[in-house]
């Protein structure tokens, strides 16, 4: 089993509706959960950052993180076409990036 | 500039041929990380340097592998012996701090072995 495992998609939605978008962990040593996201030929940009269990919202997005169930999710609420992109969920059990764990994206696609 | 810095942007070789991939970080950021993102697979992890530390070289996959930072900026990553597993685009981040700092990536380098 993987340590970050992330449906790779592609998801297609219409525009306006709510994206759900995962991440399951096998390592309970995590405690810092981040959510890139990818254009296409860009590289990743940090989207949300959390730390330990709980959620964070920030203007149409929303983090959560279920410690318990190893289960991490991002919600996008009405969602745009410029929101089409790959996001990648990332996490790290403390010190630095270089033990930064990333999944390998979900391709999401909204469709105007 | 503004951002991460990557050179070049593209680059095409042969089989056999060594390649260098530049990485211009952002100015005062003291960490600096090499990742390695192929087709359908996740960033790996490659090699992280922090300030004048000893670079952390345990994500390199062979020794054909090597990088080096020269005065805490410029990096440069160097296949030597490419093959075609090593087709990929190389990633380049950096941050503030080595921990909890936030990474910023440039755009990568795109590698394509024939």
């Known amino acids: 089993q993987k340590e970050v495992e992330q449906d790779p998609g592609p998801l297609s939605v219409p525009e306006g509706a709510i994206v759900s978008l995962n991440c399951t962990y096998s390592?309970?040593?995590?405690?810092?959960f981040m959510w890139y996201r990818q254009y296409s030929r860009k590289g990743p940009e940090l989207l949300m950052y959390?730390?330990?269990?709980g959620n964070k919202e920030d203007g149409r997005f929303t983090a959560q993180v279920d410690k318990s169930s190893k289960y991490i999710s991002l919600f996008i609420r009405d969602s745009q076409p410029s929101d089409s992109a790959t996001y990648l969920c990332?996490?790290?059990?403390?010190?630095?990036?270089?033990?930064?764990?990333f999944g390998k994206g979900t391709h999401l696609i909204i469709q105007p | 500039g503004a951002g991460v810095s990557q050179s070049p942007s593209n680059k095409v070789t042969e089989k056999g041929k060594d390649v260098e991939l530049r990485c211009d970080p952002i100015?005062?950021?003291?960490?600096l990380y090499w990742y390695r993102q192929s087709l359908g697979q996740g960033l790996e992890f490659l090699i992280y340097?922090?300030?004048?530390?000893?670079?952390?070289k345990s994500g390199l996959p062979s020794d054909r592998f090597s990088a080096e930072r020269t005065g805490g900026s410029v990096s440069t990553l160097t296949i030597q012996r490419t093959q075609q597993e090593d087709s990929a685009v190389y990633l380049c981040?950096?941050?503030?701090?080595?921990?909890?700092?936030?990474?910023?990536f440039g755009e990568g380098s795109r590698l394509t072995v024939l």
């Open positions: 959390t730390y330990s269990s």
């Open positions: 990332a996490m790290r059990s403390g010190g630095g990036a270089d033990g930064l764990t």
């Open positions: 340097f922090q300030g004048n530390s000893a670079p952390d």
């Open positions: 981040a950096s941050s503030l701090k080595r921990n909890g700092g936030e990474l910023f």
């Open positions: 390592n309970s040593a995590f405690q810092y």
């Open positions: 100015s005062g950021h003291t960490a």
